[in-house]
C-alpha cells in the first residue's frame, strides 16, 4: 500500500491528512493539530479532485496555447507595461492557498526583480490587523501560544470569531477539554447568538463594532483591582503611562462602557471578574475583530490586558490570533503582503540592503506597494495596468465587487491563474494559466500555531496543469532574471527561504535556518515542527515570548493606547427607518467563493441557498415573512437574496454569508453591498458593519428545476446548487406570467404539463426517459429534492411521477450532520420510534455529532424539543 501524509486545503488549523493508494482519505492520527480528526471540508477533499470544468491548457484570449506562447506572451505584455510606465504599473495579487514556495518566488520576483512592492494577498482581507497588531506589540508578526493553551487554558475568551464553524477541529478539540475539566470556563464575545455562543459559559452579544471599549474597560477593572503584574509590566513592558492616562479617565467607568457595548453592568463585571482572577487565560480572535475600520487598535487592545497582566507565551496564558487560510502564515513569514519586505523584515534601508545582497539583486523595492483594496482601486484608474491574480477570486471576495468587476474589466492585461475557467474573476483574464491543485502539487504550509507542514502531490495534475512555483520561476526567466530563477524543484526553494530566514538574523524570532541544508530526502519526508528553528540557536518552539523577551530594538513589549472608533457607515443621507446593519461571514461546510466546494452535493445540503438572516423581532417589524425573496440595497449595490430567520442576532442586525458567487447565483453576492472601507494601519476592509435597506420583491411566480442540465430560461433570479448526477436551481421572475413561462418551453420540445394547485409541474423528456423538472408555482415551496432528482434517467411513468410528487411535496428534512448527512427527520424518528433520551444514544446509532462536533448543540435542542413533547 502507497501511503502520503499530506494536510488539508482550507482552515488555518492545518490538519494532517493520510491518503492510501491515491484513493482513501482519513485524518493523519500522528499530526499535532489534528490527531486523527477531520472536519467535512477536509473529509470531502478526494471528493473535489473530480473538479467540473477544469481548465487543462493555457488560454490566451479565449484559445487554447502552448505554455511557452502563454509565457513569452505574458512576459512581453509586462515588459512592455514596465518599460513605458515604470515597475509599479504591475502587480501581482496572490492567496493564502499557495504553498510557501509558491509564495516565495512571487514575492522575490516582484521585489527583488521587477522593483515594485505591488504583491498584496487575500489574507490582506483577513489576518493583516492582527499581523499590524502583533508588530506594534511585540515588535515582529507573532502569535506567541499554541493549541494546547486552547486546552490548559482556565478561561478561554473566544472574540469576533464563530470558531465552532470557521476552524471546527479546533473547537472540538476545545470541547473535549472541557469535557475533561468542567472547571474551565468558556466566554463568546460576538454580536451573534453563534454556534460557539451557544456553547459558552457566558456570551457577550456585544454592540457591533464596540471592542476596543470592551478591552480598554477592561484595562481600567483591572487597574483598578490590582490584578495587574507590576513586576512584568516594569521590565518587560512600555507605554503604561499612556494606557493608564487614557483608560482612567470617567469615560471608561464601568456603567459607561456597559452602556457603549450594549450590555448589562452585571455581564460585564462577571467577565472581568473571570478574567483578573484566572491567570491561565486565552483570548482567541479572529475575523470580528480583525475585519474593522479599527481591526488593528482592537487587536491591540486585546494584546494590552495580556501584556498588564503578564499572560503572554505561556502554558495555557496568552492571546491567540486564528489564521483563516491554510498558508496565511506561510505568506506572512515569506513576505507576501505588499507591506512587509521578507522573512519579518519591513523596509528599513538595512532591511532592503540585507535582503538584495542575499537575493543578489540591484533592483530591490525599497518601500510597501499597494494593499488589496487601493490596488483594485489603482487597475480601475489605469495607475496598475497587469495583473496576474493567483489561486483567488476578487471579484467575489473584495468588497465593492462592482468597482473590482469595473477594474478587472479595464485591466490592460489580466492573468488569472486557476484550476477552473469558470470563477467569476476568470471570466475578465485575457490569459489563463492552467494550475495545479491539492493533491498534485507539494511544498510546505504553516498552520495557526507556527507548525510547517509538507503537503504533498499523490495524483499527477491533468492535462498541462503546473504548480505556481513553475509559472512564477519560468516568468521570471523570460523578464531576464534567469539566474535568479532555475529553481528544479520546491525543496531547492524551500532551502533559499530558510536560509534567509537565519541571514544576518540578531533577534528576529521567525528563523528556521536550521532546514536551510536539508537534503531532499530529507525535505520529503519532513514532519510537523514549530518554529523556531535557529541553525545557530536553541530556541522554545511552542510558546515564544516565555521569557518576557520582545523582539523590539529594546527587548520590550509595547502598550497602546487606542481610543474607540465607531465603524463607518457609507450611505448617501440620514440613517433610514427599516434599515438592517448588515454582517457578513463564514458558513461550516463552504469555502470562501465556493470554487473548491460548491460542486458537492453534500456540502450544499445543509444551506443551499444564498440567504439573510434576521431575527423574529425584525422579520415583523418589517413586514417580511421567512423563505421571501428580497432586495438589500447600499450605496454600493444591490442583491436579491432568500430571507431566513436566526433569533440569535440582535434587533435590526443581520447575517448573510460570504460564499456565493455569479456561478451559483445570478446576484447575491454579499460583497456587492459592502462598501471599501478599510482599517487605516493594516488596510484590511470592514467587511462586519454595512448599513443595508430590505425591501420586498414582488414576483410573478416560483420555480424549481431539477434536471441533467441547466434550464434554457430567462429568469430575474436564480440559485442553484449540484446533485449527484445533474443540479437544481430555484427560479423566480419579476416580469414573466407562468403562461409565459410554459410558452417559452413550448418551443422548446418535448415537454409534459401537470396542473398543480397554485400551478404546474413540467416534464422535460428524451427519448421517453425524464431529462428535467420544472414545478412552477405561487408560493416558494418546501421540496424534497432528492425524492425529485430521483426521477431524473428514469422512464416516464404517471404513477412513479404522482407518487414522488406528493412524497416530494410533503417537504425537505434539514440536515443537521454534514459529516454522515443524517437529517432532522432521521434524528426525530429515532427518538420516537426507538425511545433514545440521550445524545449518546443518537451518536450510537447515527453517528451524528461524532466526528467534527460541531452539529451536537443542534442534535442536544432536536432531542430536548422531543422529550419535552413526549412529556406534554
Not at 156 to 164: D, K, Y
Request: charged share 20%; glycine share 8%; net charge negative.
Amino acid at each position: 500500500m502507497s501511503r502520503v501524509h499530506t494536510s488539508c486545503a482550507y482552515c488555518g488549523v492545518g490538519c494532517g491528512i493520510t491518503v492510501d493508494d491515491a484513493k482513501t482519505l482519513t485524518g493523519d492520527t500522528s499530526h499535532p493539530a489534528n490527531q486523527g480528526a477531520l472536519c467535512v471540508k477536509g473529509g470531502s477533499l478526494m471528493e473535489t479532485l473530480a473538479f467540473p470544468n477544469r481548465l487543462l491548457y493555457p488560454r490566451l484570449h479565449g484559445q487554447q496555447v502552448t505554455w511557452d506562447k502563454a509565457l513569452d506572451e505574458m512576459a512581453a505584455q509586462f515588459s512592455r507595461i514596465i518599460a513605458e510606465t515604470g515597475p509599479e504599473s504591475v502587480a501581482f495579487y496572490v492567496s493564502g492557498q499557495l504553498m510557501t514556495e509558491d509564495y516565495y518566488v512571487a514575492n522575490k520576483l516582484m521585489k527583488g526583480f521587477i522593483g515594485a512592492a505591488n504583491i498584496d494577498t487575500n489574507s490582506r482581507l483577513c489576518m493583516s490587523s492582527a499581523v499590524m497588531a502583533h508588530t506594534r506589540a511585540f515588535g515582529e508578526d507573532i502569535v506567541p501560544g499554541c493549541y494546547e493553551d486552547l486546552e490548559t487554558t482556565d478561561l478561554l475568551v473566544i472574540t469576533g470569531a464563530n470558531t465552532a464553524w470557521t476552524h471546527p477541529v479546533v473547537f472540538r478539540r476545545i470541547q473535549q477539554a472541557r469535557q475533561r475539566r468542567p472547571e474551565m470556563k468558556m466566554v463568546v464575545i460576538d454580536p451573534r447568538k453563534t454556534m460557539t455562543a451557544e456553547q459558552a459559559d457566558l456570551h457577550l452579544a456585544v454592540r457591533p463594532g464596540a471592542d476596543v471599549w470592551l478591552y480598554n474597560g477592561l484595562a481600567r477593572y483591572l487597574l483598578e483591582h490590582d490584578l495587574v503584574d507590576n513586576q512584568y509590566i516594569e521590565n518587560h513592558v512600555n507605554g503604561f503611562a499612556e494606557l493608564y492616562a487614557l483608560v482612567m479617565t470617567p469615560e471608561y467607568e464601568l456603567h459607561h462602557v456597559a452602556e457603549k457595548c450594549g450590555l448589562t453592568t452585571n455581564e460585564l463585571q462577571t467577565f472581568y471578574r473571570w478574567f483578573g482572577e484566572n491567570e491561565k487565560s486565552v483570548t482567541l480572535f479572529c475575523q470580528g475583530i480583525n475585519q474593522s475600520n479599527q481591526g488593528t487598535d482592537k487587536g491591540n487592545s486585546i494584546i494590552n490586558v495580556h501584556l498588564l497582566t503578564g499572560r503572554v507565551g505561556k502554558p495555557g496564558a496568552s492571546p491567540f490570533s486564528m489564521t483563516g487560510q491554510p498558508n496565511a502564515m506561510g505568506g506572512r513569514e515569506v513576505g507576501g503582503l505588499a507591506t512587509q519586505l521578507a522573512s519579518h523584515m519591513g523596509f528599513s534601508d538595512e532591511n532592503c540592503d540585507r535582503v538584495a545582497r542575499f537575493w543578489d539583486s540591484a533592483n530591490i523595492a525599497r518601500k510597501p506597494g499597494l494593499k488589496a483594496v487601493d490596488m483594485f482601486e489603482a487597475v480601475r484608474a489605469g495607475k496598475i495596468r497587469a495583473l496576474w491574480v493567483v489561486a483567488t477570486n476578487p471579484a467575489v471576495s473584495l468588497p465593492d465587487s462592482v468597482m473590482v468587476r469595473e477594474a478587472l474589466d479595464k485591466c490592460e492585461f489580466l492573468v488569472v491563474s486557476e484550476m477552473t475557467p469558470k470563477t467569476d474573476t476568470a471570466q475578465f483574464a485575457d490569459l489563463l494559466l492552467p494550475a495545479a491543485g491539492w493533491g498534485e502539487r507539494g511544498g510546505t504550509v504553516t498552520n495557526s500555531e507556527r507548525c510547517l507542514t509538507r503537503q504533498r502531490a499523490f495524483t499527477e495534475a491533468p492535462g498541462e496543469a503546473k504548480p505556481d512555483w513553475w509559472a512564477m520561476a519560468e516568468f521570471g526567466k523570460r523578464l531576464g532574471f534567469e539566474r535568479a530563477f532555475t529553481y528544479n524543484n520546491t525543496a531547492e526553494i524551500f532551502r533559499e527561504h530558510a536560509a534567509l530566514s537565519g541571514f544576518e538574523n540578531a533577534n528576529r524570532q521567525f528563523d528556521i535556518s536550521a532546514l536551510a541544508t536539508m537534503t531532499d530526502d530529507e525535505y520529503e519526508a519532513f514532519t510537523p515542527k514549530q518554529w523556531p528553528l535557529s541553525a545557530h540557536a536553541q530556541r522554545e518552539n511552542s510558546r515564544l515570548f516565555t521569557d518576557g523577551k520582545f523582539t523590539s530594538p529594546d527587548g520590550k513589549a509595547n502598550l497602546i493606547a487606542v481610543a474607540p472608533q465607531e465603524p463607518v457607515i457609507k450611505r448617501r443621507e440620514a440613517p433610514k427607518e427599516g434599515s438592517w446593519l448588515l454582517n457578513s461571514g463564514r458558513l461550516r461546510d463552504q469555502w470562501h467563493t465556493m470554487t473548491r466546494t460548491g460542486h458537492l452535493p453534500r456540502l450544499m445540503e445543509t444551506e443551499p441557498l444564498p440567504k439573510v438572516y434576521v431575527n423574529q423581532q425584525t422579520l415583523l417589524a418589517g413586514g417580511f415573512t421567512e423563505g421571501q425573496l428580497i432586495r438589500l440595497s447600499s450605496l454600493q449595490g444591490s442583491v436579491m437574496t432568500i430571507l431566513g430567520r436566526d433569533d440569535g442576532l440582535r434587533d435590526n442586525e443581520a447575517f448573510m454569508p460570504m460564499h456565493w458567487s455569479d456561478d451559483f447565483s445570478s446576484c447575491s453576492g454579499v460583497n456587492r453591498l459592502v462598501a471599501p472601507v478599510t482599517d487605516s494601519v493594516s488596510g484590511q476592509p470592514q467587511y462586519k458593519q454595512t448599513e443595508v435597506m430590505p425591501e420586498t420583491v414582488s414576483v410573478k411566480w416560483h420555480g424549481l428545476w431539477v434536471g441533467q442540465h441547466e434550464p434554457d430560461l430567462t429568469v430575474s433570479w436564480w440559485a442553484r446548487r449540484p446533485l449527484d448526477a445533474g443540479e437544481c436551481r430555484r427560479l423566480t421572475d419579476e416580469t414573466q406570467t407562468k403562461e409565459q413561462v410554459w410558452f417559452q418551453l413550448a418551443q422548446q420540445g418535448k415537454w409534459l404539463r401537470l396542473p398543480l394547485k397554485g400551478g404546474w409541474l413540467a416534464v422535460k423528456l428524451n427519448q421517453g426517459r425524464i431529462v428535467g423538472l420544472l414545478l412552477v408555482s405561487d408560493q416558494h415551496l418546501q421540496v424534497s429534492i432528492d425524492l425529485l432528482a430521483g426521477l431524473i434517467g428514469l422512464p416516464m411513468s404517471s404513477t412513479a411521477l404522482s407518487t414522488t410528487l406528493e412524497q416530494a411535496l410533503a417537504g425537505e428534512s434539514r440536515m443537521i450532520c454534514s459529516c454522515f448527512r443524517v437529517n432532522e427527520k432521521q434524528i426525530v424518528d429515532a427518538i420516537q420510534e426507538q425511545g433514545i433520551t440521550e445524545l449518546s444514544g443518537l451518536q450510537s446509532l447515527l453517528r451524528c455529532g461524532t466526528n467534527c462536533g460541531t452539529c451536537v448543540v443542534e442534535i442536544k435542542k432536536i432531542l430536548h424539543k422531543q422529550i419535552s413533547l413526549n412529556e406534554a
